[in-house]
């Protein structure tokens, strides 16, 4: 159970994955938590179906004895003073490890007399064997699905013999079985799979459990398909299906990345839909870790893509004539975009995603418990410093088996995550593209050359629309908001004049820092096709260094400002433009 206080103006503690996996008497429970922690954790064992004084708990799983996460961020101890907090919770929906912002209290009184923003983060940790049998509606059922170990189909999986023949009999006699399926790549096997087109319709709902290895040809040499453009992993026509594990699947693209043309991506779906990914490690691609195309309901819960930074074209997860995609929950760390929207996809919802190299939180693996506590009162901390050593004095957390961080001192208010998201590059070669209802929200960006960016190319046609961009923390980004409607690969892009039409846009809650080197706010639309109805609240960026700053930039951009932004941005223009588009009313820029 975490809780988590903020306030812009001071400095935060953070403190990382504390779990207490027993029910201490309440005497001798420190003061720091005793109040919230002892009493959620002391009810939870009492019974499963009932919750602390003045709220309820809800519990999900058949496992009476809770393991409680308690992630706490707290504004400089000696400044804070809470009383009491009212809060009101939702949970999101989707099963795996569910975590986020689902309150908001407010704390009436400090020491300062301040009002910070409390927030309860609430873990439901992924795990592999209880997903696979009873989780959420997506690939499960009432009774056990039929599994088809690897193994048993002639894999041999020490990570040498060509294991393709074992895998593709594993997965048709799964696919074709009458009721649900469990394709089981064991642990401690690695599998060296040659490039695969799997194909649907299945007989029944499938789960692919990757507990081991997944490991690509090792190589151009090693390569046996006849075109790398099909990628190594693809999925095909297929409903329902859910991938998911504790294991890898390495791409193994060191060799390729010096090669111009390789393999388009790791992992692939095509004409899919009720599609379910987590739990995975996924690394190391040639090119396109994950990508989605014609797919609809897209789930992607707790997933971890890595690849090192100078690895070109690495793009975590992209997608493109897509609807209905959530991803939550993840860590990407690669060379190019951690997630890249394309063309034709709308209702994207994007939150609590990790992206930047060695930057965000490790979650447990523990198995769940109590997903909803409801607190009628808060943490009372005199000091910071006092309450760690008491958590460690009493044995709550120590580093040998729980393994407690601590960072200090921090800025970052509300969440530990990080994701520079990338709507476009759209309508390249006249093509049109249309992308709307797109949700960015409770994130960090860190050391990034862009932060909330759209990008399209002259000449191109369609709308990009409906999209928010909501509590974002920049750290050093060169271009925290950007919007361009130029793009350009060379320094020799012709002017033209079609262009996407951009509206109904709005950035809520844009904190922190800024490379100076760049504008903090760049909007840059187009002469013929001006951006409309762009929304700031919330806004306040300041230079990461020193005093010296950089101008917010606009051209052609419409809107309004709706609170007092730091720094002001006098260059947008109020309303909409005197002279309409002649291209507003033109189908072609419709969507």
């Not at 999101?92 to 983060?121: C, D, M, N, Y």
């Not at 897509?322 to 975009?337: A, E, F």
């Not at 088996?401 to 970052?412: A, E």
């Not at 709507?423 to 070669?429: A, E, N």
């Amino acid at each position: 159970m975490g809780l988590i206080c903020q306030s812009p103006a001071l400095s935060l503690w953070l403190m990382e994955s504390i779990t207490i996996k027993e029910s201490p008497s309440k005497k001798k429970l420190p003061v720091g938590i005793r109040n919230a922690s002892w009493t959620a954790t002391n009810a939870a064992l009492a019974s499963p179906t009932r919750g602390p004084q003045g709220g309820s708990l809800f519990v999900r799983t058949k496992r009476i004895v809770p393991s409680w996460s308690l992630q706490t961020t707290a504004a400089n101890a000696k400044e804070l003073r809470m009383a009491t907090s009212k809060f009101s919770f939702h949970i999101p929906r989707g099963g795996g490890f569910q975590t986020g912002i689902v309150g908001r209290g407010e704390v009436p009184r400090s020491t300062k007399q301040e009002h910070l923003h409390a927030v309860t983060r609430i873990s439901k940790p992924y795990s592999s064997g209880h997903l696979a049998v009873n989780s959420s509606k997506r690939g499960s059922s009432k009774s056990s699905p039929q599994v088809f170990n690897v193994v048993s189909f002639g894999a041999v999986g020490h990570g040498i013999t060509d294991d393709s023949e074992a895998f593709k009999k594993a997965w048709s006699a799964a696919c074709q079985a009458k009721k649900p399926a469990l394709l089981l790549v064991p642990s401690k096997r690695s599998l060296m799979i040659q490039a695969e087109i799997f194909t649907g319709p299945c007989q029944s709902r499938l789960i692919i459990q990757i507990d081991g290895t997944l490991m690509a040809p090792d190589g151009p040499k090693s390569w046996k398909s006849k075109t790398i453009k099909q990628g190594w992993l693809h999925f095909k026509g297929i409903s329902g299906m859910t991938l998911q594990g504790r294991g890898l699947i390495d791409g193994r693209g060191e060799r390729w990345w010096n090669h111009h043309s390789r393999p388009d991506k790791a992992l692939s779906f095509h004409l899919c839909t009720d599609l379910t990914i987590r739990g995975l490690k996924i690394k190391s691609s040639p090119k396109f870790h994950v990508v989605f195309h014609v797919c609809q309901n897209v789930l992607v819960d707790w997933l971890s893509i890595k690849a090192p930074a100078d690895s070109p074209n690495t793009d975590g997860i992209h997608f493109e004539e897509t609807k209905n995609v959530r991803i939550y929950n993840s860590v990407i760390s690669t060379g190019d975009d951690c997630i890249s929207i394309g063309t034709a996809s709308h209702q994207v919802e994007i939150r609590n995603v990790t992206c930047g190299p060695s930057h965000g939180i490790s979650y447990p693996y523990t198995l769940p418990s109590a997903v909803i506590v409801r607190f009628r009162e808060a943490t009372s901390l005199d000091n910071m410093d006092q309450f760690v050593k008491n958590l460690l004095a009493f044995g709550l957390i120590n580093g040998q088996n729980l393994g407690h961080k601590i960072l200090s001192p921090l800025v970052y208010p509300m969440t530990e995550s990080f994701c520079p998201c990338s709507i476009g590059s759209l309508g390249r070669d006249k093509s049109r593209a249309c992308v709307s209802d797109i949700t960015v929200s409770d994130s960090i960006i860190k050391n990034s050359t862009n932060g909330a960016r759209i990008k399209t190319w002259q000449g191109g046609s369609g709308a990009v629309s409906r999209v928010t961009f909501r509590n974002i923390m920049m750290d050093r980004v060169l271009n925290p908001i950007i919007i361009t409607q130029y793009y350009c690969l060379n320094k020799h892009c012709p002017n033209q004049t079609s262009a996407l039409s951009i509206f109904d846009v709005s950035y809520i809650n844009i904190h922190g820092t800024y490379d100076v080197r760049s504008p903090p706010i760049h909007l840059a639309c187009s002469d013929s096709m001006p951006c409309r109805n762009i929304t700031l609240s919330g806004v306040r960026l300041r230079p990461a260094q020193g005093k010296t700053h950089s101008n917010p930039f606009c051209w052609k951009a419409y809107g309004i400002t709706q609170t007092s932004s730091l720094p002001p941005v006098p260059c947008l223009l109020k309303g909409l433009p005197e002279k309409p588009s002649r291209y507003y009313g033109d189908a072609k820029y419709q969507c």
